[in-house]
T-cell receptor, first 112, second 116 residues
Framework: ELKVEQNPLFLSMQEGKNYTIYCNYS?????LYWYRQDPGKSLESLFV?????AVKQEGRLMASLDTKARLSTLHITAAVHDLSATYFC????????????FGKGITLSVRP | NAGVTQTPKFQVLKTGQSMTLQCAQD?????MYWYRQDPGMGLRLIYY???????DKGEVPNGYNVSRLNKREFSLRLESAAPSQTSVYFC???????????????FGNGTRLTVT
C-alpha cells in the first residue's frame, strides 16, 4: 500500500527567508505532484515530477524528485505572504490507473 | 470552460438522511474521483472510476456508493448519513495517461457537508 508522508505539518516562515519542505513515499512510483490549497478553496496543481532528478521551478518555488530515496522537496526562496497556503504532495500508483495518494499537507504561514 | 462542477456547495443533513453529491466534467476525461478532506488528514480517496462503466473502491469507501452515469458525470451517494461523514468532498477528473505519462487531477470547488 502506497503511503505518503509530509513534514513538517505546519511551518511558520519569516518573510525573506528560505525554507524546504519534504514529501516521502513508501513504494515505487513514476510520478509525483505538488498542489496548493488556499483556505476554503479547491486544489491547484503546481508541479508534476516524472523522473529521477526532475526539477521544476515556478517563481519562488522549486520542486525536485529523488526516486531512489523516494523523496521530493519543495524549496521556498525568500518567502512572501502570498505563499501562505497548504501544500500537498500526491504520488501516483504505477500502472495505467491514474489513482493518486495524497499526503496530509503542510500548512505554511509567512509572517512579516 | 467550466472544468469540474460540483453541486451542491453546502449541505446540512440529519443523521440517517440520504443525499447524492453530483459531479460533472466537460474536459472529456476518462477518470473521475471522489475524495474527502478532513482536518489533519489530507485527502482520502473514497471511490474512483477509471473509465465509463467501471468503479472501484478507494481508501475509505464504507458508507458511500457511486454511479458513473456517463463519461461526464460521477455521483456520490450517502444512503444513511452519519456525523463521521461531516467533511469537505472533492470531485476530480483526469485523463488516464497522456503521451507524457502523467495525468494531473483537475478538482471541483468542493461540497461542504455537515451531518448533525
Amino acid at each position: 500500500e502506497l503511503k505518503v508522508e509530509q513534514n513538517p505539518l505546519f511551518l511558520s516562515m519569516q518573510e525573506g527567508k528560505n525554507y524546504t519542505i519534504y514529501c516521502n513515499y513508501s513504494t515505487t512510483s513514476d510520478r509525483l505532484y505538488w498542489y496548493r490549497q488556499d483556505p476554503g478553496k479547491s486544489l491547484e496543481s503546481l508541479f508534476v515530477l516524472l523522473s529521477n532528478g526532475a526539477v521544476k521551478q515556478e517563481g519562488r518555488l522549486m520542486a525536485s524528485l529523488d526516486t531512489k530515496a523516494r523523496l521530493s522537496t519543495l524549496h521556498i526562496t525568500a518567502a512572501v505572504h502570498d505563499l501562505s497556503a497548504t501544500y500537498f504532495c500526491a504520488v501516483g500508483s504505477t500502472g495505467a490507473n491514474s489513482k493518486l495518494t495524497f499526503g496530509k499537507g503542510i500548512t505554511l504561514s509567512v509572517r512579516p | 470552460n467550466a472544468g469540474v462542477t460540483q453541486t451542491p456547495k453546502f449541505q446540512v443533513l440529519k443523521t440517517g438522511q440520504s443525499m447524492t453529491l453530483q459531479c460533472a466534467q466537460d474536459m472529456n476525461h476518462n477518470s473521475m474521483y471522489w475524495y474527502r478532506q478532513d482536518p489533519g488528514m489530507g485527502l482520502r480517496l473514497i471511490y474512483y472510476s477509471a473509465s465509463e462503466g467501471t468503479t472501484d473502491k478507494g481508501e475509505v469507501p464504507n458508507g458511500y456508493n457511486v454511479s458513473r452515469l456517463n463519461k461526464r458525470e460521477f455521483s456520490l451517494r450517502l444512503e444513511s448519513a452519519a456525523p463521521s461523514q461531516t467533511s469537505v468532498y472533492f470531485c476530480a477528473s483526469s485523463v488516464n495517461r497522456d503521451r507524457k505519462g502523467h495525468s494531473p487531477l483537475h478538482f471541483g470547488n468542493g461540497t461542504r457537508l455537515t451531518v448533525t
